[in-house]
């Protein structure tokens, strides 16, 4: 792993502000030095320390897809066709 040097206070990592801002559908996770930082943060804008404190976005929206149906066999053989609702 490559290690980062913080010349900057008011930048972080990659030209990222200090001032991080949390959309209406996400929650952030903050840590410092490698330890969680109280709990997550959001939605809106938070402060991180650039040098000190690594952040893990987290998205809250529901993710669905498409699940085939498939055929079940009975005991008398007859097929039904079983199907889902993913999400």
Same mark, same amino acid.
């Given at each position: 792993m490559r290690k980062r040097t913080c010349l900057n206070p008011f930048v972080g990592r990659g030209n990222t502000p200090a001032l991080q801002v949390a959309a209406e559908y996400e929650r952030v996770v903050v840590f410092r030095l490698g330890r969680l930082l109280g709990g997550t943060k959001g939605p809106g804008i938070f402060f991180i320390l650039p040098c000190l404190d690594n952040i893990i976005r987290v998205d809250l929206r529901t993710v669905s897809c498409d699940v085939p149906t498939q055929e079940v066999g009975a005991e008398n053989?007859?097929?039904?066709?079983? =199907?889902?609702? =993913?999400s």
């Open positions: 053989m007859n097929l039904a066709e079983w =199907g889902a609702i =993913g």
